[in-house]
């Protein structure tokens, strides 16, 4: 071991080699030194725990650290090929933005705009002004606030209309989402005060008036987007909330969660609330997410009365919450292709995801199963029907069928192969399933399937 540790090349003649001089030509040179001297602690240590008897050349641990420098100044954050069948990924990035909301990132990104400047006055504007225009024109609310994501809509209209008061709320509905955004910690942070009716499962208008004090700050509705309550169970509606608020003179909130705009042809509506019909139902305030169903960037959209989006707006706490020009760029692109609802409907990619019929997904995979066989025999390759998700905590009970194709390679597990297909330069991620590894079409989109091929064969060289 001794003689071995010995004999490890030393950095100074390393340097000097022809092979350094290349890779110092094209990296950072403190990146590849950094990577080299990290390259050699690891040789001492696979020495010492008796991994290898024999020192590589100077040109193989060359090889090792490039692929070191090429790893840590490749941006962490990258594409991924979803095979899932979950449309709305939460781990994946949740909605992808339509072609002119990209475009209107990029402009907006590349030069500079009016965001806070009004052009016919020549005077400082409003940043909200941009998207509040066509939330108006779409929903018919009377005015609208875009914040950065739901949770923050949700803690700036407690924190403005209930600090230090109670806010009613059905105990049915004390949700949690992914990351662990809990309802009655939102409350606790806001300053206002959680004042829980009904029980897990029932809970009626009576449980709500009788709750009713003169410290009550609020009416709270949450939809429960990630979860249904079935069998023996009530719930109090918002028609009979919103004639409890108007006896009280009590602001009426709902937080809608996901954001459907109009009702999606092929998934109808279910238990989902379609925001139209919630504001006529005469909701003081609504909030609901943007890359939801909606399809859009991260975002918070609070719709209500003028009177009420005025207080939020004058709450400090929303200079902390506005969102980016980025971010309203592809906002605004993206309600605007609400207009028409057949747009919307074909170029918005969640809302096309979800309408896609399963009998054209059943032709892809069958044609792409056909191009996987050509590439090994170490593998099965069956094109079958499948069932695609909503996610992103909307229409938790609702399966879509759908279409891809399995793989079963023969040399190794099917866990390893799945592995190698995480960690290719773009990876490709599917779901295991009764010893196969499953890839759903409704989320893999046309024009990545040579991408897709191209990962399948050189996970099988790996």
Known sequence: MNSLLRNIPKVDEILKHDAWKRLAKIYPESVAKDALRSCLDDLRVSIKEGKINEIPSTDEILEVVEKQVKLSISPRLKKVINGTGVVIHTNLGRSLLPKSAIQAVINAASSFTNLEYDLQTGSRGDRYEHCTFILQKLTGAESALVVNNNAGAVFLVLNTFAEGKDVVISRGELIEIGGSFRIPD???KSSALLKEVGTTNRTFIEDYELAISESSGL????????YRIRGFAHEATGEEILLLSKKYNLPAYYDAGSGLLFPIKKLGTHDEPCIMDELKKGWDIISFSGDKLLGAPQAGIILGE???????K?????????PDKLTLAALESTLLLYLDDNMAQNEIPTLRMLNEEKDVLKIRAQGLAKKIKKLSEKLTVTA??????VGGGS?????ILSFGIAIKPFDVSVAEFEERLRNLDVPIIGRIEKDMLLFDLRTIFKEDEPL????IDCALQN
């Open 452 to 455: 897709f091929i191209k990962g």
């Open 395 to 399: 229409f938790p009970d609702v399966f």
């Open 314 to 322: 004058k709450n400090p706490v929303t200079r902390m919450l506005r």
């Open 219 to 226: 009416l709270m509705k949450a939809h429960t987007s990630n």
């Open 384 to 389: 079958m029907e499948m069932s695609s998700e």
């Open 186 to 188: 939102v409350m606790k």
């Open 306 to 312: 003028k009177s009420y989006i005025k207080a939020l």
